[in-house]
């Protein structure tokens, strides 16, 4: 007897045609589509009054293809199905998707033994169609795919209406061998509408990585886990870099491991993952992936230039890099002057006022001696490469005349063809007066006082009677001067504007007439705030590092000592009577008796009872869907609002799971909220709920205006002061003390994972489980294979899987970083592999700009190789806390920081021995004749060196601006501690 339902039958007919149909994935191909097909499917059933054929029309006058058997009332069915010949195409293996109803046995009276509520899918390879004149069913030559059964079954309302159930499943098929397949569906006495049938193969679609293309791909169907190695096509102007440039298409159609890369040829820069001719005004000089970058001044470009051309009159030696600004020879010396005592004449010059744009300026000093005639011969050799702005000539003779020619010249002067530039001076030194006047000397300076001594020359061929001090500010030297008499050889000069430098010269005025002038001395007064500073500069240096030494001391002690509380707290916690749970290693911090302790769902052994015992079910007519805000690993994430019982609306985000995902993806996307579930805690995301009950699955919690912090930051670059970035971290320490707390390790700790409120709050994020295989965009493989997000992992756990509180606390100062940086990459433009090889060579991250010493103290406290030194978040918390209520602790900067050297914690940095090992150090080698051209060659002379010189000397990119300027701290620490210890570099 045949059991006819016609309320399902309704049902299914006003089923919405969408529901029956899916999107296609760009990676799926599909084979056949029971909905797609317009006319005759062509099915066959057996017995031909076992499945029904039914066809009806959607709202769009479509064909919906659908067959039902319900013959539940008499026993050992059985009724065949069988689909028209399916071609296989390139696949070798399928899948194939069932959309189908199926209702329980208990719902149906009086058909308690025969009734069944499953169905067998089977199918039949063969090289083609099967034939028309021969349709009978050969049921041995079928392979049997699976049992099927219903996830959800077909139910009734207490109204007594009937709820339609749709289930879905998904089972493969293969490998195949021959051309093409037939599927048959088997009813042993089920009450079963088929609504769909979908077969489709996986393929990872064609796709463009590291500038290398990459065709479409069948994936390997031998072992289902085996990986098609690809290799990729650079796209154009692009090269391979060192590995040529490898995906592998894993056998869901999904592109891993890129390996190798392309990178864009000289003159092109990558844009939009193509390379890109550099636009006129620029250039790109190197192969790889750095932007183009505009031409030095006075140089100029066409598009696609490998270099920029120096302007007319201007010129790069040899060794100057592209990057650096064409340059011209200098314009002459000026102010040439001699002065004489009874051995020597001496002549001084003050430097061209154009340098041309070059610090390789040098002086040639030429002489002629002059006859009564008017003939001049030269006096010798000219001195050549002269580097100072005076020179002493001696072997003069006392009644001669003289010519001096000065000429200045740098780098280009030898490449443009004109003379150099040159002043002249004649001296007749029987008349020359000699100087009365030896060397000038400071006795001390004040702000706006300077006070001087000089010597007079023994014996002084008439008495003098005093002395014309002239004195004008260095930086003005042709605009004004000012002088002054002082009868004794010494004299206070006031009204001087402070921190400036002044330039000293004294002649005596004798009865004989005045003298020549003394050569020139340049002082400087002090700086407002200083009282009177002594003649010895050192006294000044020592206080400054002692006031330094002292803050330092300060902040440790501090650190010292909240951590010895912390600590106390901790061991008298333990000493309470009631039992321990867990116990202390491994640097995990200890959940005590009484904390709640984080339970892994994964213990559970059916997931959805760890949903339940963690999560709110919420009906999905309280949540109302606004925008979409972005894409997680699982699909949409939207915000919305949450209307609550006699609570008004609140905004929520809400995570959803896309269609046609499988009851594994289901399970991980819920395993995120079951962990939030077991959280309370203001700084850690709140979760309001879950929908699983209905489509789509749903994740809802509390909204944050201001996304995670990585993109908040880069976007509001040094828009905030220190001490709201304090807390901001110490927002985030106290997130993790209490995950810490509770046993539980995040594994991903970065700022993209730290969500920020509309009042700043940052709030930990992202327990998912699946984040270490695919979402985060981190992730890179491990050599165990593990995806692993290298720049954040502390060493222990990136090599042996050793993840704890304590690599929690190393990813915690990569936060740190991040925050100070306002978002910087960790580690720039490294490579994970360097990162790694330079994380156990003992390179640490330097401290950002602006970066007050506690905090990069307390960053590489949390980069310790031994992870058990690592500080606890209770520690970090507290150490915070104090930090934001003495704000003056976070006044000292590293790059303020003179006195760090000598102290007890100061970091363990590299030794560099010359420019180039330091500068290979951090990968910025490209600049090293940069450093030269620009008369930067020993260590003492870069550690000088603030933003602004880096940028003159041709470094125009701004990361790398940073980049060098954040190393030149380690190289002044280095210059100290060598000076400490008496040895020079
Ligand atoms: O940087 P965003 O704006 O912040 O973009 C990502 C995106 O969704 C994908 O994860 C944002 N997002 C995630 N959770 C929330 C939330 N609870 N509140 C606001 N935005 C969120 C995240």
Redesign the pocket.
């Known amino acids: 007897m045949r059991v006819k339902f016609p309320v399902m039958f309704r049902l299914l007919v006003l089923l919405p045609s969408a529901l029956l149909t899916e999107p296609v994935r760009s990676n799926e191909v599909v084979l056949l589509d029971t909905t797609a097909v317009l006319g005759e499917l062509g099915w066959r059933t057996y017995p031909v009054n076992g499945w029904d054929a039914i066809t009806e029309m959607d709202e769009q006058n479509r064909p919906i293809h659908t067959f039902q058997v319900c013959q539940v009332m008499e026993p050992n069915q059985n009724n065949w199905l069988v689909s028209s010949w399916v071609w296989r195409g390139a696949a070798q293996r399928v899948f194939v998707e069932l959309r189908f109803t199926l209702r329980d046995c208990n719902s149906i009276p009086w058909v308690a033994g025969a009734c069944k509520e499953t169905f067998n899918l089977l199918y039949r390879e063969s090289d083609t169609p099967p034939n028309h004149t021969d349709q009978r069913l050969h049921p041995a030559d079928y392979a049997k795919v699976d049992t099927i059964a219903a996830d959800e079954s077909f139910t009734q309302t207490d109204l007594g209406d009937r709820v339609l159930r749709l289930n879905i499943e998904v089972r493969e098929v293969g490998p195949l061998s021959r051309r093409g397949f037939q599927l048959a569906f088997q009813d042993v006495g089920a009450c079963i509408a088929l609504l769909s049938v979908r077969v489709f193969y996986k393929k990872c679609p064609s796709t463009r990585r590291n500038l290398a293309l990459f065709p479409d791909t069948v994936p390997q169907v031998a072992a289902s886990s085996s990986l098609v190695e690809v290799p990729g096509r650079c796209v154009a102007h692009a090269e391979e870099e060192r590995d040529a440039p490898r995906l592998y298409c894993g056998a869901d159609g999904d592109w891993l491991v890129p390996l190798g890369r392309c990178v864009c040829s000289i003159g092109y820069e990558e844009d939009h993952g193509l390379c890109t001719a550099c636009s006129p005004g620029s250039y790109k000089s190197f192969v790889g992936n750095i932007r183009c970058s505009k031409c030095p001044t006075n140089s100029q470009s066409g598009p696609a230039s490998p270099v920029c051309t120096c302007e007319k009159g201007f010129y790069r030696t040899h060794s100057d890099a592209p990057s650096t600004a064409c340059t011209r020879p200098p314009s002459a010396p000026r102010n040439l002057l001699f002065s004489m005592n009874d051995s020597s004449l001496f002549l001084e010059w003050a430097p061209p006022l154009d340098s041309g744009g070059r610090r390789d300026l040098t002086y040639v000093v030429r002489c002629w001696r002059c006859g009564a005639a008017g003939s001049c011969d030269p006096c010798g050799d000219a001195v050549q490469g002269l580097s100072s702005t005076r020179v002493a000539v001696q072997d003069f003779l006392s009644h001669g005349n003289y010519i001096f020619q000065v000429e200045a010249l740098n780098g280009v002067s030898a490449l443009a063809n004109r003379r150099p530039a040159a002043s002249n001076i004649s001296i007749s030194t029987e008349h020359a007066k000699p100087s009365l006047v030896g060397a000038i000397r400071r006795e001390w300076a004040s702000h706006t006082s300077i006070a001087l001594s000089w010597h007079e020359v023994e014996q002084p061929p008439a008495p003098i009677l005093d002395y014309e001090i002239k004195y004008y500010e260095k930086e003005r030297e042709h605009q004004s001067y000012s002088s002054l008499r002082s009868q004794a050889a010494r004299v206070i000069v006031s009204g001087l504007k402070p921190s400036t430098l002044y330039v000293f010269h004294v002649r005596a005025r004798s009865a004989g007439g005045l003298s020549s002038f003394s050569l020139k001395a340049e002082f400087s007064t002090a700086a407002q705030s200083a009282e009177v500073v002594g003649t010895r500069g050192s006294v000044l240096v020592m206080a400054l590092a002692a006031v330094g030494g002292f803050s330092l001391l300060v902040i440790l002690t501090l650190f010292l000592l909240i951590t010895g509380r912390c600590q106390w707290w901790i061991k008298s916690k333990m000493k309470s009577n009631e039992p321990r749970r867990t116990h202390y290693h491994n640097g995990h911090v200890v959940p005590f008796a009484g904390v709640k302790t984080y339970v892994d769902p994964d213990t559970y052994e059916d997931p959805t009872q760890a949903v339940h015992d963690f999560t709110k079910e919420i009906d999905p007519a309280r949540i109302r869907i606004e925008r979409v805000?972005?894409?997680?690993e699982f699909g949409e994430?939207c915000?919305g609002r949450l209307r609550s019982l006699g609570r008004k609306e609140t905004a929520?985000?809400i995570?959803t799971l896309k269609g046609g995902y499988t009851e594994r993806q289901r399970r991980d996307f819920l395993h995120e909220a079951s962990t939030m579930g077991q959280f309370e805690h203001p700084n850690i995301?709140h979760l309001e709920g879950v929908v699983t009950k209905s489509r789509p699955v749903m994740i809802i919690?509390?909204?944050?205006?201001?996304?995670?912090l990585?993109?908040?930051l880069k976007n509001h670059e040094g828009q905030f002061t220190v001490v709201q970035l304090v807390v901001m971290l110490r927002g985030i320490a106290a997130g993790m003390a209490y995950l810490s707390e509770m046993g539980y390790v995040h594994r991903d700790l970065a700022a993209?994972n730290i969500?920020v409120d509309k009042g700043l709050v940052c709030k930990v994020?992202d327990f998912g489980l699946s984040r270490m295989l695919e979402d985060d965009p981190e992730g890179s493989y491990t050599s165990i294979g593990e995806k692993i997000p290298i720049r954040w992992t502390a060493p222990e756990a990136i090599s042996y899987r050793k993840f704890s509180s304590a690599s929690d606390a190393w990813s915690y100062g990569i936060v740190m970083w991040e925050v100070m940086s306002y978002g910087e990459r960790p580690y720039w433009e490294m490579s994970n592999q360097d990162v790694i090889l330079s994380i156990e060579e003992g390179y640490r991250l330097p401290a950002p700009l602006r970066c007050p010493v506690a905090l990069h103290q307390l960053m590489l406290h949390c980069w310790q190789s031994d992870r058990n030194l690592r500080p606890h978040f209770c520690d970090m918390l507290s150490f915070l806390d104090k930090l934001i209520r003495n704000p003056s602790s976070l006044l000292t900067l590293v790059e303020d920081m003179n006195g760090l050297a000598e102290s007890p914690g100061s970091p363990d940095y590299p030794f560099f021995i010359s420019i180039g090992d330091w500068l290979d150090s951090i990968k910025m080698s490209q600049y090293k004749s940069n450093f030269i051209a620009a008369g930067y060659t020993t260590l003492d002379s870069v550690a000088t060196m603030c933003i602004e010189d880096v940028r003159r000397i041709g470094v125009t990119l701004i990361g790398h601006q940073r980049r060098i300027v954040s190393s030149i701290q380690p190289l002044r620490l280095q210059l100290l501690q060598a000076q400490h210890n008496n040895f020079h570099i």
């Open positions: 805000i972005g894409a997680g994430v915000s929520v985000a995570k995301i919690v509390e909204y944050m205006q201001n996304g995670s990585d993109t908040f993209r969500l994020s």
